[in-house]
């Protein structure tokens, strides 16, 4: 049995959970992993990046990135949470409004316990040639296929990202 079995949370209140919720929110933003009061997913994705690769964190109102390299490189951090093994709707990422970054990094987490399923690092170029407009909110909506993730210039991250969970 594992420890989240042992708390027996099936036995608990709606009302309680979400208050579990609340207070685990509260102690990752202590920690410095969350900043926001949003789904701790994106955050988390983007504290591993800028733990794994150093440089400036954006502000929360940044719109185009997410962590400035040392070297200057502006980078968005795209995160998906993914069954495993993953549904083909897993692969759609939240949407781009802007392409004033010089990369992304593609994080999926794994739905059981957040842990790095694959972290990829896409030149903007090859995002932007890969997606698809849409009028209606004037958005750009990527699918992160195999063929985009394992394309020649896009480099696995996956080991360093994962070893900044630690």
């Given at each position: 049995?594992?420890?989240?079995?042992?708390?027996?949370?099936?036995?608990?209140?709606?009302?309680?959970?979400?208050?579990?919720?609340?207070?685990?929110?509260?102690?990752?933003?202590?920690?410095?992993?969350?900043?926001?009061?949003?789904?701790?997913?994106?955050?988390?994705?983007?504290?591993?990046?800028?733990?794994?690769?150093?440089?400036?964190?954006?502000?929360?109102?940044?719109?185009?990135?997410?962590?400035r390299?040392?070297?200057?490189?502006?980078?968005?951090?795209?995160?998906?949470?993914?069954?495993?093994?993953?549904?083909?709707?897993?692969?759609?990422?939240?949407?781009?409004?802007?392409?004033d970054?010089?990369?992304?990094?593609?994080?999926?987490?794994?739905?059981?316990d957040?842990?790095?399923?694959?972290?990829t690092?896409?030149?903007?170029?090859?995002?932007?040639?890969?997606?698809?407009?849409?009028?209606?909110?004037?958005?750009h909506?990527?699918?992160?296929?195999e063929?985009?993730?394992?394309?020649?210039?896009?480099v696995?991250?996956?080991?360093?990202?994962r070893?900044?969970?630690?």
């Open positions: 049995m594992t420890w989240v079995a042992e708390l027996g949370i099936a036995n608990h209140s709606t009302r309680d959970l979400f208050a579990l919720y609340r207070a685990t929110l509260d102690e990752l933003k202590a920690r410095g992993i969350v900043r926001t009061e949003n789904a701790p997913a994106g955050d988390y994705a983007e504290y591993l990046v800028h733990r794994a690769l150093g440089g400036e964190l954006a502000t929360n109102s940044e719109k185009s990135w997410d962590v390299l040392q070297d200057g490189e502006r980078i968005q951090v795209k995160c998906r949470v993914v069954s495993t093994p993953m549904r083909p709707g897993h692969r759609q990422l939240s949407a781009f409004r802007s392409f970054f010089d990369a992304a990094i593609i994080v999926f987490l794994s739905d059981s957040y842990s790095v399923l694959r972290a690092k896409i030149p903007r170029d090859l995002i932007q040639a890969n997606c698809k407009h849409r009028t209606h909110d004037n958005s909506v990527f699918h992160a296929t063929s985009i993730l394992s394309h020649e210039s896009a696995d991250l996956t080991e360093l990202i070893a900044a969970t630690s």
